[in-house]
Structure formats: structure tokens, C-alpha cells
């Protein structure tokens, strides 16, 4: 929270940062010189105040020793009084006995007195005289002058310092800002301006004000400028280039898409069109069947060898081809109606609901005669039930093009194998997927079968799109993922991950 605060305070313009720099070395420097000056004062003053005690000592040891031992008072007096001053507060003489012989100035504790709280008593033994000891003298001394001697000195000094200071900083921030950061400003305006033009035309050098360090930095500026300008230009003309090839691409693979597209609806027409042989090719069996059952039975009328046993059996004939007729209409029908859905499906892209394993069951369904030509067997596990709104269109491309892209990658020539499809729910999504045990995706190119154009039967049939345009579709109106594993000579697994609801393109 702290350094929060001290960073919302902290100056962002490098001209503040700058004078910030200036006043913290200026408080420094008078800190330091405050510090200085008041150590160096003190012991000056102390070393003033021992002068004045040793030169107190030598005034006064023999005078008052003389009149002591001669008992002048008068002149003893006069030489305590003397010596009186901002310091000496009082002086009082006391001779061996204790007893008080002459004092002057402030009364002191030795004689009934008190000194102040900043005060001292000291005391100076007298000199013998012809061997005798007369006493000593007792002086209250105060060194409140010489402090407050100090404590002026002190003040003025940082007087003395805080007006250089300011005045240091003051030139600091006008030089500084005269000289550097209003040419900077000039400029960054100049800059500003030159970013605001559209070409390399319209760019104008900037101007050199001075045969400096900043005009040097303008210089390279402009070459710079020019430069940029000279690459702006032919990044234009690349970029105009690489619009038009990349409209042309765009172009040539929508193209592709939709023959990929026509590709997949051709191999259901044709799947159906297989399947549909089956039931026509029963169908005008039966119908020849018929006539000549028919034949036979108006030549029993006609030459009245009829029987009720001959017409039971005429009868049991036509109902049974009948039954096979039918039985082979509905197939066709079936396969119809399955083709209209599923060609409505490929062409167009409508969001609807659907049974996912019935819609991937009518998928396979049209491809099973491609499969049905190899030695691949195709199997399914769906799991019924599973309730989609999403599009078939896509979901049945995607798994005609995994289902056709492992049948031809998967397996060489002749190889047989297994195309294994399988659809679950896998919590809130449908997971399908398509494995084949064939010879697997070689490990470099993994990450490459999703890139268009990319296939590895160039010149056999292959387009190398029908993976890339799984991809898309996956990952665009189905809005869901699909993933590769391939273990080589062991299988290859494409597992999709679709959700039961697809994402509304129209939706806004």
C-alpha cells in the first residue's frame, strides 16, 4: 500500500524527476555542510572555552594566592571582580578550614546559593605559598553563551546554505529546461508532426537549430526519417502486391472448396446411385417374372386347363413377386428420401436438429460401396440418442472426408484394414471419432495435414484440401475442436469434440 502511494507520487516528466534529483543533492549538500559547520563551530567554542578557563587559572592564581597570604581583602576583591564575565556567573575564595574568605558576583552552593540548571561549579586549587596551602577558589561557570554563540553560527550557515540552494536549483531548472527540454519539446513536436503526414512525400526534415549534441540527434532523425520513408513506399507497393496474390489465392481455393464440395456430393450421388441398382434390379426381375406368370396363366384359361391347385399356385406366385416388388419400392425410397436429406444437407448449410448417430449412419451408408470395393471394413459404434442442434451438412463433410482421407492415406495398396467410427457423449459435448489401423502419419507431418494444399498423393487424385476444410468447419460453424494422434504402423485416431448446441452464425 505503501509503494502504491510512493508510485502515485513518484514525478513522471524526466524535467521533475530531474529537480527532484537537484533538491535531494542539494538538502544533502547542506546537511552536509550544516553537519560540518556545526562540529567544526563546537569545537572552535570548546576549544575557546578551555583557552578562557587555563587563561582564568593563570589571572587569578597569584594575585588572590599574594592577597590571601597576606590577608588583603580589598585587593582580593578586586581581583575576583575582575575577572567576572558572560561565563564566570560568581567566584567565592574558601581557605583550608572551609570557611568562605571572599566572594563576588553570584552567591554559590558553598555559601548558601544556587547555580542554573545550565551552570557548573569548578573549582581551581590556589598555589602554595612558602609551602603552605591557603585554599582554593570555587567559580560558577556557564557555557550559555558560547552556546548560544554556536547555535547563531549554526542557523546562519544553513541560512547561508538553504539560499544557495534554492538559488542552485533555481538555475538548475531554468538552465535545464532552456537548454535541453524546451529544445526537446521542438523536437518531439517536430516528430509528431512528421508521424501525422501519409507518405514518404509529405515527410519533412527536421530542422537543425544548432551545431550540438541535439542537432547531431536531429541529423539521424532525418536520416532516419528518410529512410523509413524510402521503406514505407515499397512496403506499400509489396502490400499492394501481396493483397492482389492473396485476393487471386482466396479466388483459386474457394474455388477448390466448392470442387471438393461437388467432389463429396458426386461420390453420394454415385453411392446411391449403387445402392439403388439393388432394389430397380430386383424390381424389373420380379416385373419380367410377372408377365410370364401372367402369360402362363391366359394360356391355362384360354385352353381351360385351369385348375383350382394351377390358380392357387398362379396366386401364390403373384404374391410373393408382389411382396418382393414392394419390399425392393421401399428400399428405393428409402434411399431417395435418405439422398434428398443428405444432398440437401451438402449444398446448403441449415442449422437443425438431429439424431447424431442416425445422420452419421446415413453418411456412411452412401460411401459404403467405395469401401465395399477394398479390403477395408468399415465399422460403427454410435451411440443412439444423442439429440444435436448444430448443421449435418458440415458435421457429414467432415466425417466423409476423415472416413475417404483414411481409406486412400491410411493403407496401401491392396492392405487390408479396419475404418473404425464411433460416436459418445463426453459431458456436455458429442465426441466422434474416426480410427483406421493402417501404416499412421509419419511424426513431420503431424502438424502439417491441417495446412491446405499440403497431401502426400500429389498428382493421384489429391487436393489436399479435404482435411484443412474439416479443419475450418470444426472449428467454424460446428464450434468445436479436432485433434490427430498417429502412432506409426499402429493406428491413427481423429477424435472431434462438438457441442450439442453449434453457435447461431445468423445470431446477432
Same mark, same amino acid.
Given at each position: ?13 524526466? %524535467? ?67 575577572? &567576572? ?13 572551609? %570557611? ?25 586549587? &590556589?598555589? %602554595? ?24 553560527? @549554526? ?46 512525400? /509529405? ?17 539521424? +532523425? ?7 520513408? /524510402? ?23 474457394? *474455388? ?54 394351377? &390358380?392357387?399356385? $398362379?396366386?401364390?406366385?403373384? /404374391? ?18 435418405? $439422398? ?14 438431429? /439424431? ?46 476423415? @472416413? ?33 489401423? *493402417?501404416?499412421? +502419419? ?18 493421384? *487424385? ?16 460446428? *464450434?468445436?475442436? +479436432? ?26
Amino acid at each position: 500500500m505503501h509503494l502504491t502511494a510512493f508510485t502515485r507520487l513518484r514525478p513522471r516528466s524526466a %524535467k521533475a524527476k530531474l529537480a527532484l534529483i537537484a533538491l535531494l543533492a542539494s538538502a544533502l549538500l547542506m546537511g552536509g555542510f550544516g553537519v560540518g559547520s556545526y562540529l567544526m563551530t563546537e569545537q572552535r567554542l570548546r576549544a575557546q572555552r578551555d583557552a578562557t578557563w587555563s587563561q582564568l587559572q593563570r589571572h587569578l592564581a597569584q594575585p588572590v594566592s599574594q592577597s590571601l597570604w597576606n590577608f588583603d581583602i580589598p585587593s582580593l576583591n578586586a581581583a575576583l571582580s575582575a575577572e &567576572l564575565s558572560g561565563s564566570v556567573l560568581g567566584m567565592a575564595v574558601v581557605d583550608d578550614a572551609g %570557611k568562605i574568605i571572599a566572594q563576588t558576583g553570584l552567591a554559590l552552593p558553598v555559601a548558601g546559593g544556587a547555580l542554573p540548571a545550565d551552570a557548573e561549579l569548578l573549582t581551581m586549587d &590556589l598555589p %602554595k605559598v612558602e609551602g603552605n596551602h591557603l585554599g582554593s577558589v570555587h567559580i560558577g561557570w556557564s557555557d550559555s553563551s558560547i552556546r548560544q554563540a554556536l547555535a547563531t553560527t @549554526v542557523w546562519l550557515a544553513l541560512a547561508q546554505l538553504v539560499g544557495v540552494g534554492l538559488i542552485f536549483l533555481a538555475v538548475v531548472w531554468v538552465g535545464v529546461d532552456q537548454f535541453i527540454f524546451k529544445r526537446v519539446r521542438r523536437l518531439q513536436q517536430a516528430l509528431d508532426d512528421a508521424i501525422r503526414r501519409d507518405g514518404a512525400s /509529405d515527410m519533412v526534415a527536421l530542422p537543425v537549430t544548432a551545431d550540438d549534441e541535439f542537432g547531431a540527434i536531429t541529423r539521424s +532523425i532525418n536520416a532516419m526519417t528518410t529512410r523509413l520513408g /524510402d521503406e514505407l513506399e515499397a512496403g506499400k507497393e509489396a502490400e499492394e502486391e501481396a493483397r492482389a496474390a492473396l485476393s487471386n489465392m482466396q479466388s483459386a481455393q474457394e *474455388g477448390l472448396v466448392q470442387a471438393e464440395k461437388m467432389a463429396s456430393l458426386g461420390r453420394l450421388v454415385a453411392g446411391v446411385a449403387h445402392e439403388l441398382n439393388t432394389p430397380i434390379g430386383n424390381i424389373m426381375m420380379v416385373a419380367s417374372t410377372q408377365q410370364e406368370v401372367a402369360r402362363q396363366l391366359e394360356e391355362a384359361v384360354a385352353t381351360g386347363a385351369l385348375t383350382r391347385s394351377a &390358380l392357387s399356385a $398362379f396366386a401364390g406366385r403373384i /404374391d410373393e413377386g408382389a411382396e418382393l416388388m414392394l419390399n425392393s419400392s421401399r428400399r428405393a425410397a428409402e434411399l431417395i428420401q435418405n $439422398f434428398k436429406q443428405v444432398a440437401v444437407d451438402q449444398t446448403t448449410d441449415q442449422l437443425r436438429d438431429f /439424431d447424431l448417430a442416425q445422420q452419421i449412419a446415413e453418411m456412411l451408408s452412401v460411401i459404403a460401396h467405395i469401401l465395399a470395393k477394398t479390403p477395408i471394413k468399415l465399422v460403427q459404434h454410435l451411440e443412439t440418442g444423442i439429440a444435436m442442434h448444430s448443421y449435418p451438412g458440415p458435421l457429414g463433410q467432415v466425417i466423409t472426408n476423415l @472416413v475417404m482421407n483414411a481409406a486412400k492415406h491410411g493403407f496401401n495398396d491392396a492392405q487390408p484394414g479396419t475404418i473404425t467410427v464411433t460416436c459418445a457423449r463426453d459431458g456436455q459435448r458429442a465426441c466422434i471419432t474416426v480410427v483406421d489401423d *493402417g501404416v499412421g +502419419i509419419p511424426p513431420e507431418n503431424v502438424g502439417k495435414i491441417f495446412d491446405p494444399f499440403f497431401t502426400t498423393k500429389l498428382g493421384q *487424385g489429391g487436393t489436399g484440401l479435404g482435411l484443412h476444410i474439416s479443419h475450418n468447419m470444426v472449428y467454424g460453424p460446428l *464450434g468445436g475442436r +479436432i485433434t490427430v494422434h498417429s502412432a506409426p504402423a499402429v493406428a491413427t485416431r481423429f477424435t472431434l469434440h462438438l457441442p450439442f448446441n453449434a453457435p447461431d452464425a445468423n445470431r446477432a
